[in-house]
């Protein structure tokens, strides 16, 4: 069939494997959503096995039994602030270090700073030096000598190191694609640098703003070795560190409970996280539209 | 793993291509949308709770939060114990005591995964936040913070009368110098535990009162089919090498205080986990999940899944693993099987309260851990369960179990005097700065006779000996 | 946008530089609030480690530490543990970074072809999903999966699928032979839609019109992703295996989750040992943890320095 020289069937050829294409794509990509869901279903349905079912290792219970939500309802009676806990310090870790990283960035570009070039290469040097575990003991005395053990707030300080170096790199990259003669010309007509950057700049980087904040979240959402230091009262500590010590050997927590508890932690962050990408999604479009 | 962020180079690629003069300004601003679109995720999570990037509107990272402020140790602080997460949840009448000491600022340990570094460094600046430690076992850190000078001893606080009350092996436990340094509170023995409901079925009717009986049993479950396994045990040392060797006898403690693997009551009882393996589920040497390797091991998942009859652990665990059960009261428990001729001990452990030098309230401390440790309700609780937990720990005092004696409240389950027989040969692990860590040091090294590498076990102790005195001369350097 | 085209201007002239310069130090204000929190939570205690590997620093001593020059690296030069962490972790990084780059790219070729505005969000929202989902959670969730008695993995293999018995089934976790591949799959998993992610950045920055010249000239979807796709994705590709390769490398909270403290498990990498001396053995001996972690760093920045090699920019 494909020995045919008519232009006609050539074309419907094409098409057909064209769309198989299609379906080949869409059933592979189907493949890896699968992947990344089945084990989060496996875990909804742990959430309402009963708990010898659960321990007897089919797959589909005998037994449902949705108590396990109201239990650890009432026994981790923290949770919803635990998870406010864990909202405001990421969304305060992801403040500062993106302002942090802003003016950093856009200073180590469009601004004339002595000695940038040794700040770029520590910056650069720090991404590969392993410095977690041993460096929790310097982070310690430092919490401890500004009085900030034990707070939810003094979390944030380590938080916005933990990716302050690659945030700020991301800008400088970022504001190296923000050409000189626009930065100069505005400070031409009279800007100082901060009006350019917040008159001239900002509007330009908002996507490496998206970036930078995205690997900020991820950092700050999931941390537990320093909020577990650094914080020992159960209504002062984020999410990770509460539901760490929930799983913990010692606890009474069967694992349909502890599976109750995954549920509720990670509910609101999918939730809200698929509405905002909605308001996000349609936001770029009618921007996109207007230019 | 911690997410260090590779995406600056993606906006790199793209400058570089408009340098290039593949792309003009207008294409890259587009695209840079496109990278923005791609990417958009996440962060748009965040745009739901936090006010919009502002320079000016950076918020100080210190504002006051609405934490109790713990850290500002003032004299006139609150008494504030501070307990291992453990206890609170397998102890739920702890509370009720604590509604008797008004203004208390009870709290939870940051000790989980981590140990007790936040103690030791607060220690070395002369402070303490909390007034006492709930959670503390002597053969694990009590020789380290005694060591780092963390603790004190209660003697100048502790009641003489509370003091006389604690069974003598126990207060030996908790004793350095002569000075006692942890006021016991939970009694862990090892003992034995098994599933009635399987060896009814396999038609066993007496309790293994020996090993011999023991593995026969085991045995007997396998072949019978009550069950896919016979036996089990958790293969950390404390837990099995330690009591099974305890059995056979007590004495294998060098002077300073390390357990002498090379020791003939040891070899006998590595040998005996070996004939348990062959009864036992395959994956029984390896690491729990939690806790650094020492919680959530295969033999809790093996007994919780109805897969195994005989198991051998400090009671919390048949107790805690059985809950799972659809009938928990199948449930028996008693003393641990010994060698024919044997001492027929085992092993025990406290978990108890220590006294933070440089923590305050101290009078109110002991009156606290006093009324804490002779709590009737806490023991009622963990003895015969509640909708919530069953730990099975036992306190310390004579006086408690000398009350049950006399008479015998009917929530008692037998199990308690089964295991207040042996309790006087019970035996510590003794005190020792590498009391918890020779164990998992040396286990590598015991286990090459218990995987098959290595047949003669004399060998395999030996190396677990050296291993542990290499580690010990590395801090001796 | 529309202001940009036309603010494009020639170089600015040589006085207005000269006067920029004046303002250079004061410029150093936007970089401060940066530096701050550099400097203080990641140099001081970077330098603060350097010192005590020079020292017998031990952390429950009483005694002050002493300097003993390099008497730690002599130390741990010779110390067959340090060798054998080092080579656990480089075994774990081989077989965590092609998975972790490939797989990721793969989709994202696909993903990025996805016409249909609605279906492309939605693959979008669930890539990222594990991304949110905590650590500890996510430790939680694979211990369950890899469970050798009641996990559904081996009940898959054992009971519906009969490929092992009870006896055979694979002990995933724990410390055997079969616990850094587990490790490196739900590594992979977690990170799966995350580096879709950047790879789709990177994707959306190629013009379409290229994929549609080189189809006319007759190259098919392989030769495309050879020879258009991946030489335009080769920064990014740079840039994630250069960085994975750290964190791979610098294991650490896995390995004591799923291999614990067991020194002939795999996972006791040279991290675990560390954490190992400087906050369970003994005196806690941090002077000499800190040299094997120094030492580790080192090795690690040899490494980057040949990968960074490998990955330097090429034009045409």
């Known amino acids: 069939m494909t020995t045919t020289t008519q232009m006609n069937s050539h074309a419907n050829d094409h098409r057909r494997r064209r769309r198989m294409g299609v379906i080949i794509r869409h059933v592979i990509i189907n493949a890896f959503m699968l992947v990344i869901l089945v084990p989060l279903a496996w875990v909804l349905l742990l959430s309402v096995k009963s708990i010898p079912d659960a321990y007897s290792g089919t797959l589909w219970p005998e037994v449902f039994d949705f108590s396990h939500y109201s239990f650890v309802l009432q026994k981790i009676d923290t949770l919803p602030r635990n998870l406010f806990n864990s909202v405001y310090v990421t969304a305060a870790t992801v403040v500062i270090t993106t302002v942090c990283a802003v003016l950093a960035g856009y200073a180590l570009v469009h601004l ?21 575990v041993v460096s929790l003991i310097s982070i310690f005395e430092i919490q401890r000598t500004l009085g900030l053990i034990n707070t939810t707030s003094g979390l944030i300080l380590p938080y916005v190191t933990l990716n302050l170096a690659i945030s700020i790199l991301i800008m400088r990259s970022i504001f190296e694609q923000v050409p000189h003669e626009l930065i100069d010309a505005a400070r031409i007509d009279g800007c100082g640098p901060w009006k350019t950057l917040w008159t001239v700049g900002v509007p330009l980087i908002t996507n490496g703003l998206v970036v930078v904040i995205i690997v900020n979240f991820v950092t700050a959402w ?14 002062v500590r984020t999410l990770p560190v509460v539901l760490a010590g929930a799983h913990g050997g010692m606890g009474q927590w069967a694992w349909p409970r502890i599976a109750a508890v995954y549920v509720i932690a990670i509910t609101p962050g999918i939730v809200a996280f698929g509405f905002a990408q909605k308001l996000f999604f349609q936001g770029l479009m009618e921007g996109a539209l207007k230019a | 793993m911690a997410r260090k962020d590779e995406e600056y180079l993606i906006q790199k690629d793209l400058y570089a291509r408009l340098q290039r003069g593949q792309i003009d300004r207008r294409q ?305 428990m008693g003393g641990l099987p010994k060698f024919e001729n044997g001492a027929g001990s085992t092993v025990f452990w406290t978990t108890g309260s220590c006294l933070f030098k440089h923590g305050k309230n101290k009078e109110k401390a002991a009156e606290y851990i006093k009324s804490l440790t002779y709590d009737m309700q806490i023991w009622q609780d963990s003895i015969a369960g509640t909708a919530v937990a069953h730990p099975g720990q036992l306190p310390p005092y004579q006086s408690i179990y000398d009350g049950w004696a006399a008479s015998r409240p009917d929530w008692l389950p037998d199990f308690v005097g089964l295991i207040t027989g042996q309790l006087p040969k019970a035996r510590a692990i003794t005190n020792h700065a590498f009391g918890l860590t020779q164990f998992q040091i040396a286990k590598p090294e015991w286990e090459k006779y218990l995987n098959g590498s290595e047949p003669d076990p004399m060998i395999a102790m030996q190396g677990a000996w050296d291993a542990v005195q290499a580690e010990i001369a590395k801090t001796k350097a | 946008m529309t202001t940009l085209s036309s603010s494009v201007k020639p170089k600015a002239t040589p006085s207005l530089r000269k006067r920029l310069r004046l303002d250079a130090l004061g410029n150093w204000i936007f970089l401060l609030p940066g530096l701050f929190f550099f400097f203080g939570y990641m140099v001081y205690p970077i330098l603060r480690v350097l010192w005590m590997s020079f020292t017998d620093y031990r952390y429950l001593s009483r005694e002050p530490a002493q300097w003993v020059g390099l008497q730690n690296y002599v130390n741990a030069f010779a110390d067959p543990l340090v060798y054998d962490g080092l080579s656990r972790a480089a075994q774990f990084t081989l077989m965590f970074l092609p998975g972790t780059i490939i797989l990721p790219l793969l989709l994202a070729v696909l993903v990025d072809r996805v016409e249909h505005r609605t279906i492309a969000t939605i693959y979008r929202v ?109 920064p990014i590709l740079a840039v994630l295996v250069v960085l994975r390769f750290g964190s791979a490398m610098a294991v650490i909270d896995e390995y004591l989750i799923f291999g614990g403290f067991n020194r002939a498990s795999p996972t006791y990498t040279w991290t675990v040992y560390m954490y190992d001396l400087a906050f369970k053995i003994g005196d806690w001996l941090q002077g000499y943890a800190a040299a094997i972690g120094w030492i580790g760093a080192f090795s690690m920045m040899f490494v980057v320095a040949g990968l960074l090699y490998i990955f330097r920019p090429q034009d045409g």
Not at chain 2, 87 to 103: C, K, Q, R, T, Y
Not at chain 2, 170 to 175: K, L, N
Not at chain 2, 283 to 288: K, P, S, T
Not at chain 3, 147 to 154: E, R
């Open chain 1, 112 to 132: 004339d700073v002595p000695g940038q070039k040794y700040v770029v290469f520590l910056l650069v040097a720090s991404l590969y030096f392993p410095v977690r």
């Open chain 1, 222 to 235: 999931g941390e537990y070795l320093l909020a577990a230091t650094l914080t020992n009262d159960q209504a």
């Open chain 2, 28 to 332: 890259f601003l587009t695209r840079m949308m496109g990278v923005g679109l791609g990417i958009a995720g996440v962060s748009t999570a965040l745009a739901g709770c936090a006010a919009p990037t502002a320079p000016s509107a950076a918020p100080a990272a210190s504002s006051g939060d609405a934490a109790p402020a713990a850290a500002d140790a003032v004299a006139e602080r609150p008494l504030t114990p501070t307990f291992y997460q453990w206890i609170e949840d397998l102890h739920p009448s702890i509370p009720a005591v604590n509604a008797n000491f008004p203004g208390l600022n009870y709290q939870i340990a940051p000790v989980e995964g981590f140990g007790i570094e936040r103690f030791v460094a607060e220690a070395k600046n002369s402070e303490s936040t909390w007034d006492v430690y709930v959670g503390m076992t002597p053969f694990v850190e009590m020789t380290a913070l005694i060591e780092a000078g963390v603790i004190e001893p209660w003697d100048d606080y502790i009641p003489q009368d509370v003091l006389d009350d604690l069974i003598p092996s126990i207060r030996e436990e908790c004793t350095v110098d002569g000075k006692l340094y942890s006021w016991p509170f939970l009694l862990d023995v090892v003992g034995m535990g098994w599933n009635a409901e399987m060896t009814e079925q396999a038609g066993i009717a007496t309790i293994p009162s020996t090993w011999t009986e023991y593995l026969e049993a085991a045995k007997l479950i396998q072949s019978s089919g009550a069950a896919l396994y016979g036996c089990t045990f958790d293969s950390h040392g404390w837990r099995s090498l330690v009591p099974y060797t305890h059995s056979m006898s007590p004495d294998v403690y060098t002077p300073e205080g390390l357990f002498d693997f090379t020791s003939e009551p040891a070899i006998a009882g590595l040998k005996l986990m070996k004939e348990m393996m062959a009864l036992s589920h395959p994956d029984i040497l390896l690491e729990g999940a939690t806790d650094g390797g020492v919680n959530g091991t295969p033999d809790e998942v093996a007994f919780a899944a109805r897969k195994v009859a005989y198991y051998t652990k400090y009671f919390n665990a048949p107790l805690r693993m059985a809950a799972n059960w659809p009938d928990p009261s199948k449930l028996m």
């Open chain 3, 126 to 234: 669930i890539l990222l999903i594990p991304a949110v989902i905590p650590g500890p959670m996510v430790f939680v969730l694979w211990k369950w999966l890899y469970n050798f008695q009641i996990g559904p993995i081996n009940y898959i293999l054992v009971e519906v699928l009969h490929i092992f018995t009870p006896q055979t089934a694979p002990q995933w976790l724990g410390g055997t032979s079969l616990t850094l591949p587990a490790v490196a799959i739900f590594e992979v998993w977690w990170g799966l839609g995350y580096h879709t992610m950047f790879f789709l950045a990177g994707l959306a920055a190629i013009p379409k019109e290229l994929y549609e010249a080189a189809r006319i000239d007759g190259a098919n979807e392989w030769k495309l992703l050879w020879h258009v796709t991946i030489p335009r994705l080769r």
